[in-house]
């Protein structure tokens, strides 16, 4: 595959804070990624809260940098850039759709000025030119060019998430990255904008990672779906594998809950919460709530193993069986004794 974005050996770690005061704990967000994106690719990231994903996503547009470990834009490496030339190449970050189009906004600037500024910073042609782009990026994501003139908090949640989504797009990212995109938009609107943005994806030939809890969504918006549990990467499935042929227990248990299948069935029980990013559990992080865990499981973390379809892999010693439906591992998980760690906790 023709990388756009490698992500190597990446971590990211944190000082932790605990009322506001950096204490001597390490929060471990991500550990030892490897992740490539290719030119075009739609690469969905899912995982419960707290498991890395939007510090793995800023982490592809150059808005944060890894602890240890490189990420390269087309063979590049970011880090080594001088900062002139990391910002031409990603933007300075530019491409990154967040969650709150409210507060991703600045409320006191015009649509026109949100829009303008990341030309003008990088200086985008002549001011003509940039009148024109602004125009051009309204046009292309759906927004009349009479609301060149509001301000963020006059338009409505949708209106808003396009003007984020049109600043994205204001440099011509090769990869954009959207982090929870609909999640605080109603309800009404939400198809909306993801139709809009698989839209863009095809008129563009963007590169899209896409972030979110809604699993059902990512599905159908990706090609390929990442797992993420505790700071790891433990699954990479082909979306239209991923509800019934993932391998890692963690995938197959997010997905199980699936709305819409023809068959519902109760989903796989996942005991306790997430254990604290500050202390992960040795050896595979997700044994602690895992019904398969056994010794080697609190030991080792597993390589990726390959999966018999093309680009699944996937970090298990005890890796679901093809053959295996869900009906089968939510008989097993309600079997299995309750992990140590999370009958102790
Ligand atoms: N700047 C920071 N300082 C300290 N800890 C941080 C910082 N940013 C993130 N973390 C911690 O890193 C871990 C991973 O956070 P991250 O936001 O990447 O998770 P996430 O999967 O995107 O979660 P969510 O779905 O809730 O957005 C969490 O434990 C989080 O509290």
Known sequence: MTALVEVSGAHVVHRARSGGVFT???VYALTGADLVIAPGETVGVVGESGCGKSTLAKLLVGVDRPTSGTVAFRGRDLWSMAPGERRATVGGGTGMIFQDPST???RRLTVRRILRDPLDVHRRGTPAE???RVRELMSLVGLPPALADGLPGQLSGGQRQRVAIARALALDP????ADEPTSALDVSVRAQILNLLLDLRERLGLALVFVSHDIQT???MSDRVITMYLGRIVEETPAALVTGRARHPYTRAL????PGLLDPIDPIPLVGPVPSATRPPSGCPFRTRCWKADDVCAEIMPDFAAASAPGHRFRCHHPVQETESTRDLVAQAAAAPTPDSVRDA
């Not at 090769?174 to 990255?177: A, G, R, Y």
């Not at 997905?255 to 699936?258: I, R």
């Open 174 to 177: 090769e990869l954009v990255v």
């Open 255 to 258: 997905f199980s809950a699936t």
């Open 104 to 106: 991703a906004l600045n």
């Open 218 to 220: 990512v599905r159908r």
């Open 130 to 132: 940039r009148e024109d």
């Open 24 to 26: 001597r704990d390490r």
